[in-house]
């Protein structure tokens, strides 16, 4: 149970150092170091490790795709919604506001 824990733990404090990375803060060489710790804590692989290291989007020579668009997850979100409202028939004008949002540009 507790390596489930500093496995999430882990992938969460690497998910804030992307985010803060991309925001150019300068706590996010912080984060990824402990965010290894909780890894090894975890019994993760040092390939594992290494991996996922050389993937950080600091990293010059991490191969380009491996990140998620903002865009294309609110599009295929829009299409689920639209399906869903589709086959349901129930108008849900409350929530659609929050649906068609801008999202902020976060990735290049």
């Known amino acids: 149970m507790s390596s ?5 733990w882990g992938t969460m404090l690497y998910e804030r150092s992307v985010v803060e990375y991309k925001l150019e803060l300068p706590t996010w060489e912080e ?16 390939t594992d490790i290494a991996v996922m290291i050389k993937n950080h989007c600091s990293n010059s020579t991490a191969l380009e795709g491996l990140g998620f668009k903002v865009d294309e997850i609110v599009q295929a979100w829009n299409e689920m919604y639209d399906a869903k409202r589709w086959e349901i028939g129930v108008p849900s004008f409350r929530l659609e506001p929050l649906f068609r949002r801008r999202v902020p540009k976060l990735h290049d």
């Open 31 to 46: 984060c990824l170091e402990v965010s290894v710790e909780k890894f090894e804590l975890a019994g993760a692989s040092p």
């Open 4 to 8: 489930q824990i500093y496995l999430l």
